[in-house]
């Protein structure tokens, strides 16, 4: 049939090519909603929703890596999908091109909208408008073996604090086996080490951006010189697989369950993998410190948007409203192991006597997110200068190259 | 010249004729000939027939690290995975390829047909104007020009539709086939087609009734290159095709690379390889001789 | 025939000039859509800041004055030429070789060539990703069979280092392109007469010297077309990149083609990913010009 069509749709165009009036077009009624593939819970949200509602979501799962890119494309197609989530950076990038629609009036109408988590309110604002809403919470912090620690003869109770005594404990743990690491990074991905290495440069009082985003500051800040060194002395002790060094992010979470790696920065995200999928993984949860003290972490995550251009604006937000009221947030998210978007809602039967989960979700209090429209060109893509800079820097050891070199083209990505 | 006038002279003192070293020495040349020969095209043939083995392995086994070098048991379950992978399931993309490929197939051969046709036998005024034009594309890398045709195809609403693609591999193939289908027109002799226009055939009837059956190795040249070439682009593919339903099987297995904690199932992208392999090298094997010739008459003789 | 024309007022010529048009209609406005058009508009996009979405302006020169201070542009204008002239010498060594050990036809000689030249009807990016597979630390069989060799003492990260990654890519793209430069080659092989390799033996010269003498100087414009056909395909690189190793390590493997994709996709500058296209075109006419060159001085 297909084929008979082709041939028509050919012949068609032989004959006539200026008149084309063979847009193929689906009617589907259903919505589509894009997620980037680390959000787990939407898929929960989607399937529970669809079971319940006349109107039918369709997700499409992108990789983290392409998401900017397929939205772009999609965008400048002028078919985006009805409902996105992205990752919370990239809001002001979108917003700021008119490509989300205005949500302003939904928002003021929701009753707990003061208790959404700040960091993801203020990423979805952009000129005092409001463009997207909370769709997944996710700080950074340090998950560490309690058994390894013991085994090593550490003080499982009181994790490292500084960055000196990270690197004993990693040492430690080190001497323990040919096959068990102190550490483990996934040095080929751009974003696993904007979300879990820039928190050490906060918790120093150090930046590589200045405050108010418009400069970089690499070059300037000592911090940055030393958190550098600090991971370059990890890698050349080798107090990390050697395979850390090409992984793109595939372990980035999986890597610490598999029981032979002391530490890791990660997220909320994976704290439900280990718990679901690996209940003998026997481990704890503490902030990134900075180098002498202090803690920080990355307030990332996603949050939920309308692209511009939708015919379903409105059952659009109907689904994102129900995403996050109460039932939803009790029994996908906190069951799951994600923290609710609203404040009030921590505090709940799931989360009861788990001190990883409050530590996890006090590291929300020292979230910090950057706010610029050119996130994506600076760190997360594979191709930008934070992974280079990080590698040449870490893996090679030519710190005051990656640091020139990271300064140069961070600069010229900001004057765009 | 001192060589086999010491032969001559030396007594074959093993009682051997001068005639059987000879044929000995070129039977052991031959011999080592062959040696090589077998031992490199096992080494051409390693990675498809290692891609083979894996995707008839247990999934597992093929997740295994180290890997094992033969399957311990034979299964198809790779290939049963791929057919539900990312809820389409690789149905949907083989379709998609398909399609594109078809489409992209009939408009090479209609047009370079017409224009070939057009260019070989007809003189009109600005025609070799027009043919340096065209051939003059043959410059133009696509991948140069690929941002105003993604803006152009975007503009007639042809993005991200199979059409809108095999559109642009049409485009692709279409100096090669003008260029092809011509020198095949030319090469059929003036007369047989002055007869049959003076027994009163009108021009399109010579060309569909006489002259495709001359011509026809020229077509399935073209055909096959445009088969195999739009089976197998990845890069306008990749831009064209934002809906994951709409994804060409090169792209299509790029995805499997991701899953939803970034981990790769091997065991189903090789599964997806070896489909996406098996067309055109099906093709190839069939019709080898008329992808040979097009490689000569497209870049040699011309 | 000539009641028709007669009835249509036309002369027997000014018919065939007519048929001769609408003949190749289609196909002429077929290229000037799909090609003459988007050169144009490379070229007027280049003089803009044309963002993907989003309002656009005229800027004149701007974009070529960036290209000058875009240090990964530069970057991957050098990796681009490394790769090439790295590549190229192993797929025309290696096609000169297996074109003269299939030149005879010898028994099973066709089920050799068809063999070498597999690989060719293979798609660029799927044969990277059978190939980003095989390379692998963990699940790749070149380490498992080095290992079981003792060939080396730990799984080699074939891909994370600058220049090993540079010479895997270079092994997959050799195992992928040869076979075509191999029957290219074959051709010019097949056309020299054996008489004059037969008059050559008898003056008592070797392998070398028949070479040197006969084959190279005899195949010198096979040789240029095969040389210029696949530096073309070098300079143009970009699945084996994109799929195998994404850029990295470093930035140290993203080609123009990829750079230029980045650029207009990704970081949405489609009017400086024009800019960068039109250098590229600028090195592909020049190299195609040399190509029609060859092709030109033999007839």
């Known amino acids: 049939m297909s084929v008979r069509k082709a041939m028509v749709i050919l012949l068609a165009l032989a004959l006539c090519l200026g008149a084309l009036p063979l847009a193929a077009q689906d009617e589907a009624p259903q919505l589509s909603m894009w997620v980037r593939s680390i959000n787990f819970q939407t898929q929960e949200l989607v399937d529970t929703w669809n079971a319940n509602n006349e109107s039918q979501i369709e997700l499409t799962v992108i990789p983290s890596g392409e998401f900017v890119t397929k939205m772009g494309a999609a965008i400048a197609a002028g078919d985006p999908p009805d409902i996105a989530s992205i990752d919370l950076i990239y809001t002001p990038a979108f917003a700021s091109a008119g490509q989300l629609v205005d949500i302003t009036d939904f928002v003021k109408e929701l009753p707990y909208v003061d208790s959404l988590t700040p960091a993801h309110m203020e990423l979805g604002m952009y000129e005092g408008r409001n463009y997207a809403v909370p769709t997944a919470v996710d700080g950074s912090f340090i998950v560490y073996n309690i058994d390894l620690f013991e085994q090593a003869g550490l003080d499982a109770e009181n994790p490292p604090a500084t960055w000196d005594e990270m690197l004993e404990a990693m040492r430690a743990i080190n001497e323990l086996g040919d096959d068990i690491y102190g550490y483990w990074f996934s040095m080929n991905c751009a974003g696993c080490n904007a979300f879990t290495f820039l928190p050490f440069i906060w918790a120093s009082g150090g930046d590589v951006l200045s405050d108010d985003y418009s400069q970089a500051t690499i070059a300037e800040d000592p911090i940055v010189r030393e958190a550098l060194a600090f991971y370059n002395t990890i890698w050349e002790e080798g107090l990390v697989p050697e395979g850390a060094s090409i992984d793109n992010g595939s372990n980035f979470a999986s890597a610490f369950a598999a029981g032979n790696i002391g530490m890791a920065g990660t997220g909320n995200f994976a704290l439900s993998l280990y718990q679901n999928d690996h209940p003998d993984l026997n481990f704890g949860v503490f902030h990134i410190p900075g180098k002498e003290g202090g803690a920080a972490s990355f307030g990332g995550g996603d949050v939920i948007a309308i692209p511009a251009g939708t015919e379903h604006a409105e059952e659009a937000w109907r689904f994102i409203e129900w995403t996050m009221s109460e039932e939803p947030q009790i029994e996908i998210y906190a069951a799951n192991g994600q923290i609710p978007l609203r404040l009030e809602l921590v505090d709940n039967p799931y989360f009861e006597g788990d001190e990883r989960q409050s530590t996890a979700a006090s590291a929300l209090a020292v979230g910090h997110t950057p706010y610029t429209t050119v996130y994506n060109d600076l760190f997360n893509d594979p191709n930008g200068p934070w992974l280079e800079m990080l590698q040449i820097a870490i893996l090679d050891g030519d710190i005051d190259d990656a640091i020139a070199l990271g300064q140069e083209r961070f600069t010229q990505i900001m004057e765009g | ?302 | 025939m000539i009641s028709q024309s007669s009835v249509l007022n036309l002369s027997w010529e000014q018919r065939r000039k007519l048929t001769g048009l609408l003949f190749i209609t289609p196909t002429v406005a077929f290229v000037a859509i799909f090609f003459i058009v988007p050169l144009l508009m490379t070229i007027v996009m280049s003089f803009h800041d044309w963002p993907l979405f989003g309002e656009r302006a005229f800027i004149g020169l701007e974009n070529y004055q960036e290209l000058g201070s875009d240090r990964q542009y530069l970057k991957s204008l050098d990796f681009t030429f490394r790769y090439t002239a790295l590549v190229t010498p192993p797929i025309f060594l290696l096609g000169f070789i297996l074109a003269s050990l299939v030149r005879h036809n010898i028994r099973f000689i066709g089920i050799f060539r068809t063999i070498f030249f597999l690989p060719v009807v293979i798609g660029l990016g799927v044969s990277s990703l059978l190939w980003v597979w095989m390379l692998d630390d963990r699940i790749g069989v070149f380490n498992k069979i080095l290992l079981d060799l003792n060939i080396v003492p730990k799984a080699q990260l074939f891909l994370g280092r600058p220049n090993t990654a540079m010479n895997v890519i270079i092994l997959s793209v050799v195992w992928k392109t040869v076979g075509f430069t191999m029957i290219l080659l074959l051709a010019g092989l097949q056309a020299i007469p054996d008489e004059l390799y037969e008059s050559a033996e008898v003056d008592g010269a070797g392998y070398f010297r028949k070479l040197l003498y006969i084959t190279l100087p005899l195949m010198r414009r096979t040789i240029a077309l095969a040389l210029i056909l696949s530096v073309i395909g070098s300079v143009l690189a970009f699945d084996q990149f994109y799929i195998m190793t994404r850029g990295g390590p470093r930035n140290s493997t993203i080609s123009i083609v990829y750079w230029i994709f980045n650029n207009s996709f990704t970081y949405f500058k489609m009017g400086y990913g024009s800019a960068m296209s039109i250098v590229l075109l600028g090195i592909l006419v020049a190299l195609t010009g040399a190509q029609f060159y060859v092709l030109r001085e033999r007839y």
């Open chain 2, 1 to 302: 010249m001192a060589a086999p006038s010491l032969h001559k002279a030396l007594p074959s003192q093993s009682g051997l004729t001068q005639q059987d070293i000879r044929m000995l020495r070129r039977r052991a040349l031959l011999a080592l000939r062959y040696i090589i020969l077998i031992v490199l095209a096992l080494l051409f043939l390693f990675p498809i027939a290692w891609s083979f083995l894996n995707s008839i392995k247990l999934p597992a086994e093929a997740l295994a690290v180290p890997p094992t070098y033969l399957p311990s048991q034979v299964s198809l379950e790779n290939y049963e995975e791929l057919t539900t992978y990312g809820k389409i399931g690789v149905a949907q993309h083989i379709y998609n390829s398909t399609v594109v490929a078809i489409i992209t197939v009939l408009g090479s051969i209609v047009l370079s047909t017409l224009g070939g046709y057009g260019f070989a036998r007809f003189n009109f005024p600005g025609k070799n104007l027009l043919f340096i034009m065209v051939l003059s594309t043959l410059m133009i890398p696509f991948q140069s020009i690929l941002i105003p045709l993604f803006v152009m195809i975007v503009q007639v609403d042809l993005h991200n539709t199979l059409l809108g693609l095999a559109l642009v591999y049409i485009t692709f193939q279409l100096p090669f086939g003008i260029f092809l289908m011509r020198n095949s027109f030319l090469a059929v002799p003036l007369e047989i087609e002055e007869s049959a226009l003076l027994d009163g055939c009108s021009s399109l009837s010579v060309l569909y009734r006489l002259m495709l059956r001359l011509v026809l190795p020229g077509i399935v040249t073209v055909a096959i290159y445009a088969f195999i070439n739009s089976w197998n682009e990845f890069l306008a593919a990749l831009i064209f095709m934002t809906d994951q339903d709409n994804f060409t099987l090169p792209v299509f297995l790029t995805t499997i690379r991701y899953g939803i904690w970034g981990e790769v199932d091997w065991g189903a992208l090789q599964a997806g390889v070896i489909v996406s392999i098996i067309p055109s090298l099906g093709i190839f094997l069939l019709l080898q001789r008329y992808y040979m010739d097009g490689l000569m008459g497209g870049a040699v003789k011309n």
